[in-house]
């Protein structure tokens, strides 16, 4: 079965510290990509970063960035220079390229900042 | 480019009545997606389609559930004699649909928060 596992319900971090988010997966497709979206109060789904499997850098997006690790199935998010703003459910989750055409999410982490 | 837009943003049923949410893709958008959250848990896949075609809906309730997206108008989730437990959010999302790998795109609505009293 093809599932995203995030293994952490909830993390804090204070305000300007960094915080990393965990997450696994498992299939067996070798094409596919990656993405963390956070979902503020407003349940908006907001992309914050993707990865495609076939590239072997790391995305980065402002303070954003991951660690991809192809072989452990690990997909972890790093949240740089926390801010009041990044409060927030953040989800994991995958696309597989040339199958269904559906992305599975993880369970989510919810993401409390300590001012 | 407005953003993919969903109508209602809040519907409350009672049992056994009917619930239409209706979704418009982003501009130029041709695929469809609905995916339901129930409290606390991540979204789930339900739906895709494509203008006038159901292309995947392994994961749908065989029963009271149907979707559509016709030529002309939104894409429509509809929920017959409703239930306590389709109590949910309930999100579409739409991509390009062109080829190359663009096609993973999907963006966001707002959101249907169902509740069924």
């Known amino acids: 079965a093809q599932t995203v596992t995030q293994s952490q319900p909830e993390m804090s971090v204070q305000e300007a510290e960094t915080v990393t988010l965990s997450c696994t997966y498992d299939?067996?497709?070798?094409?596919?990509?990656l993405f963390w979206y956070k979902q503020p109060p407003s349940r908006q789904m907001i992309l914050v970063i993707r990865q495609e499997a076939y590239k072997q850098q790391n995305a980065t997006e402002n303070r954003f960035s991951v660690n991809f690790q192809k072989a452990a199935k690990s997909f972890s998010l790093k949240i740089s220079d926390s801010q009041l703003g990044d409060a927030a459910m953040y989800f994991c989750a995958y696309f597989i390229i040339q199958g269904a055409q559906k992305l599975v999410f993880g369970q989510g982490t919810r993401l409390t900042i300590n001012p | 480019n407005a953003g993919v837009m969903q109508n209602p943003r809040h519907l409350v049923r009672r049992r056994g009545q009917e619930a239409r949410l209706r979704c418009s893709p982003m501009?130029?958008?041709?695929?469809v997606y609905w995916y339901r959250q129930l409290p606390e848990e991540g979204l789930k896949f339900m739906v895709y389609l494509q203008k006038e075609n159901i292309i995947d809906e392994s994961g749908m309730p065989k029963e009271r559930f149907s979707a559509e997206f016709p030529k002309e108008g939104p894409s429509i989730l509809r929920i017959q004699q409703v239930v306590r437990g389709d109590s949910a959010a309930y999100f579409c999302?739409?991509?390009?649909?062109?080829?190359?790998?663009?096609?993973?795109?999907?963006?966001f609505g707002p959101g249907t928060r169902l509740t069924v009293t």
């Open positions: 501009k130029g958008h041709s695929h």
């Open positions: 999302a739409s991509s390009p649909g062109t080829s190359g790998r663009s096609v993973h795109e999907q963006y």
């Open positions: 299939t067996s497709e070798s094409d596919y990509y």
